[in-house]
């Protein structure tokens, strides 16, 4: 019924960053728990659920997923509507996905707000951490990243893996916490 659908908790997330990142990958993570080594490309807009339980009720989390238009690090405001929180994700072996997340930043604080309009909370995420050794290109300190996180505005950042699934959740309904927690 109709009341039944206003008492559900669903809240939109979108999943921005430049192609290749990880971002169907830690949906998939996510949501099914799964990965594939295999890039897909489908293109258009898809979103994923998620059922969570929060304070004895049931949270409906939709995942966002964008393909196709990465390359312009910019969506239409139709693809933001609605979302009070958003993944950035980076590829931390892919120098390029890292200097962009600025521009998709921006983009978010454009063109979405909270209800007191404010920036709706942004969190990074610093994928496919399980590529990196010691000798890698990886070579950002915590306090870097925690500088970054404050001077850009992101509410916390992780280091995540969609492959074998390193804070992949913990990313995600940090998010969540910190929306619930502020509202
Ligand atoms: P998207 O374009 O941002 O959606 O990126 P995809 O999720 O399609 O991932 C691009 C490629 O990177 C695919 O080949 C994935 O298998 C791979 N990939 C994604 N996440 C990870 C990760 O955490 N670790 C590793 N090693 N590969 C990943
Ligand atoms: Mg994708």
Partial sequence: SEQNVEN?????????GDMGAGKTSIIQRYTNDVFSNSYKATIGVDFFMKDLTRENETVKLQLWDIA??????????????????????????????????NEWKKDIDEKVRTNTNSPIPV????NKID??????????????????CEEQGYIGWFETSAKTGQNVSESVEFLLDYILKNN
């Fill in 8 to 16: 559900e908790r669903r809240y939109k997330f979108i999943v921005v």
């Fill in 68 to 101: 196709g238009q990465e390359m312009f690090r910019h969506m239409t405001r139709v693809y933001y509507k609605d979302s009070i929180g958003a993944l950035l994700v980076f590829d931390v072996d892919s120098r390029s996905s890292f200097e962009v997340i």
């Fill in 131 to 148: 590529l990196i050794d010691e000798e890698s290109s990886w070579n950002k300190t915590k306090k870097e990243m925690d500088t970054i």
């Fill in 123 to 126: 969190i990074l995420c610093a």
